[in-house]
């Protein structure tokens, strides 16, 4: 805090719940507002979600996708960072619960982003674990490995459903995860066993909707379909997932005898964007005022995977990194006015900049408004661009040197089991 | 295993217990004997032990210091992993039970390492941690930096304790966790926090003997002090630790309030080791003949920190790395001359080559026998020589642009809460 002007006697708080794409945006977009800003999250770092599925398969750490929240905020002076978990909100007493104790707020923007959600079952998260944090990531990464482990020293009659790996959800995350697995198997683990082939080992993909990437155009959706199965992935489309267990998932009709199921197709909001007041939609998300508020509480926010956002013509806007930081800074715009007593800047509007997923080596399809690519191209871009939103010039270096060398010597560095 | 020969009725089978730096040196000289080797450990991966600190203190990530055994070995026709625990060795059965069920050998090599210490007391390691896997440094590291995140929202009273950082045990890696807690306390986390300076933290180093690195000589262990103070470190010698408590240590006759208490003191040989038959040290570890061969039993071997080695005139070969590789090495080649049916290559002669330690930031210690190093390039010496002896390209390039970020912006960045 800037301890040599004198503080008014009450500048507005602002907290913000939830230190990911969105509350960060918002935070950074009050940098010049005259409120104090504390950001609050259960984790100490915000974590670059859009390639966790990297830490999952092996190819890069933790830490290269995750900053600690305190230190991307350590110039700001009105912000500060609590470490703890808001376990409720009381929106008539202005205040958020958290375990370090209540958080009076003028403003709230809540960006509690999105949890799994197992199509009310429950019981198969243990069976099959989505992605979604850090541990998530390590805990993925650690069966992968495993299953490999175990099938090595397995009895014959088990090695199938050790080396079978189902990813349920045919959108962008499960595309890029059963891309990913695949190659761990045929490149990075090829030669490493004596009794097992990892490249013998099957990926199935299943989507229960017409076809994988549902949001990419047809032709795009196509070829990374095509690029899956050249990897030796099984995709397969109209076909519901109806039970997961310890020894495989029922897929359509059959069972699939594997041990290594990853969720990776449905999303519910956090509990907390599920118990605010006010109507939701299916998932659970907050459905939010054109400006983003809640209804009936001009001063509270929900901006990201939290909240339902209906733009114009009805279109939802997506659950996407770059929707959540222009949620976030919107939010935070229409705080600094009232604040100041401005004009507010009225109703949200997403700019959709485009679709992207990697399959795999040299392998992506992109789609911007104003072209589309495939390939090694797309791949490049691809590339380019999650290098671009990384934060902070080290992450950028070291994800760039990580890939180079992944893709010169087809290796995974971070082959560990931990935990 | 090499499909295009004929494999003999019998090869005899080497079984090595420990993937560190005794067992794989072991593995790997035995690469063109007529036998076939085993290595069996309850981890994946092979770890660079002596950078272990700086997992835990946030400058480097586990997979920098760690690789999978597995593909170290890929190459070795003659080799294959077990991932797998060993919860015994039957030597009249010739048989190591395992997790994985029984390994018959014919030659075994223990190399299973230490664990922590705590001088009859095992209640203390839930308040004092100590450093041996990478659980236990990204615990360590989970530690020290909550301790900070709590600080900041904790009442005055409270900030003392918990911005007390009590480290046990004045050898290198005691001197080295001291040295690092206290820079990241001064240097990465100085500007971000509100309520807390990072760089009032009280660092203690206590040691019980009459000074610390107790294997150095003299003049370097006392620049090492001078250092350690200039970072803020306080060093206590001869001064025991008589307990800890979730609240804080008791240091010789007072009670230092401490939240965060590293145990850096007492190392055991592991429970395989100690319960191996014949005669052990103090430590528990298995008192060898002079070709590192368990008494009576000339086909099993105990290398690195699980044995107690009398070298000439008495001295103990001291548990570091070189000398469990150089032992690892020795036994492999006695198996190999009883296999051949060659002469013995009879008594381990131990070579040390020196000692190395850092303090922090341009400050270390290096005694080698032609000579001595301290400040700047003592560092330089220590980091080039800590880089050559990691294993592979992709490491040494990874960790050598990691501490030159490092001692450029004077961050760590692996400032994770995780676990």
Sequence with gaps: MNQSSPIPDHRPQVVIIGGGFGGLAAARELADAPVDVTVLDRRNYHLFQPLLYQVATAALSPSEIAWPIRHLLRRQANASVLLAEATGIDLEAGCVRTTAGDQPFDYLVVATGAAHSYFGHPEWAEHAPGLKSIEDATAIRRRVLSAFEQAENAPAGEREGLLTFVIVGGGPTGVEMAGAVAELARDALARDFRNVDPREAKVVLVEAGERILAAFPESLAAYAARMLERLGVTVMTRTAVTGCGPDGAQVGERHLASRTIIWAAGVAASPLAAELAGPHDRAGRAV????????????????????????????????????????????????????????????????????????????????????????????????????????????????????????????????????
């Design 288 to 419: 939010v005022a054109e400006d983003l508020s809640l209804q009936g509480h001009p001063n509270v926010f929900v901006v990201g995977d939290a909240a339902a956002v209906n733009g114009r013509g009805g279109v939802v806007v997506p659950g996407i990194a770059p929707a959540a930081k222009q949620a976030g800074r919107h939010a935070a715009r229409v705080i600094e006015a009232q604040v100041r007593g401005r004009a507010p800047p009225g109703a949200f509007h997403y700019r959709h900049a485009g679709d992207l997923a990697t399959i795999g080596r040299s392998a992506a399809v992109v789609r911007f408004d104003g072209f589309r690519l495939t390939g090694w191209l797309g791949w490049v871009f691809w590339g380019l661009a999650h290098i671009y939103f990384l934060i902070g010039l080290r992450n950028r270096v070291a994800v760039a040197l990580d890939w180079s060398w992944s893709w010169l010597t087809r290796q995974r560095h971070v082959r560990l089991i931990i935990g």
